[in-house]
């Protein structure tokens, strides 16, 4: 017998908690990356992402994280629907494929996650790619454009804009 087996149904309320929670994935991602526990508002952007309207802004100051919260929901979505499609768009493209890359990474390195990697036949570029249980379409499941990019003719249930105000003052 193995003393460090998972107790029978652990597993499963282990996974429900991470299914049925962003905060909970996020907390993984954040100890998979090396970095300290989430802070209370890195956990209000995760509860946001998942629970706030359909259409929404989410803004803080630079270095609470953002990008990688949003990254992570990415997956997480993911992980929760592997059929999404998930459009990134950024003031740069450049900035929008570090973005999608990040994310893949994320996808080939969490053991969570390892399920989702491309598989042989499907997109797996840094700018577009499938995941492994997704269904053949037309559309990538993540996909990333600059803002100045050809926007027309993309589809995704869930576009992510990211870095996309820029400021001027007169």
Same mark, same amino acid.
């Given at each position: 017998q193995n003393p460090h087996a998972v107790p029978k149904g652990t597993a499963i309320a &282990? +996974?429900?908690? *991470?299914?049925?929670?962003?905060?909970?994935?996020?907390?993984?991602?954040?100890?998979?990356?090396?970095?300290?526990?989430?802070?209370? &508002? +890195?956990?209000? *952007?995760?509860?946001?992402?998942?629970?706030?309207?359909?259409?929404?802004?989410i803004e803080a100051f630079r270095g609470v994280g953002k990008?990688?919260?949003?990254?992570?929901?990415?997956?997480?979505c993911l992980l929760v629907n592997p059929q999404v499609k998930i459009l990134v768009v950024s003031a740069s493209k450049s900035r929008a494929d570090d973005f999608s890359t990040f994310t893949k990474r994320l996808i080939a390195e969490m053991p969570i996650l390892q399920h989702l990697r491309a598989r042989q036949g499907q997109?797996?570029?840094?700018?577009?790619?499938?995941?492994?249980?997704?269904?053949?379409?037309?559309?990538p499941s993540v996909k990333s454009l600059g803002i100045t990019s050809q926007l027309t003719g993309s589809r995704a249930d869930i576009i992510i804009p990211d870095e996309n105000c820029h400021w001027w003052w007169w």
């Open positions: &282990v +996974q429900a908690a *991470i299914i049925g929670d962003f905060r909970n994935f996020l907390f993984l991602v954040w100890d998979h990356l090396g970095l300290p526990d989430p802070t209370e &508002v +890195q956990y209000d *952007i995760g509860w946001t992402l998942q629970h706030g309207e359909k259409r929404l802004i990008s990688w919260i949003t990254s992570a929901f990415v997956c997480w997109r797996d570029s840094n700018i577009a790619f499938d995941v492994g249980p997704a269904a053949a379409a037309h559309a």
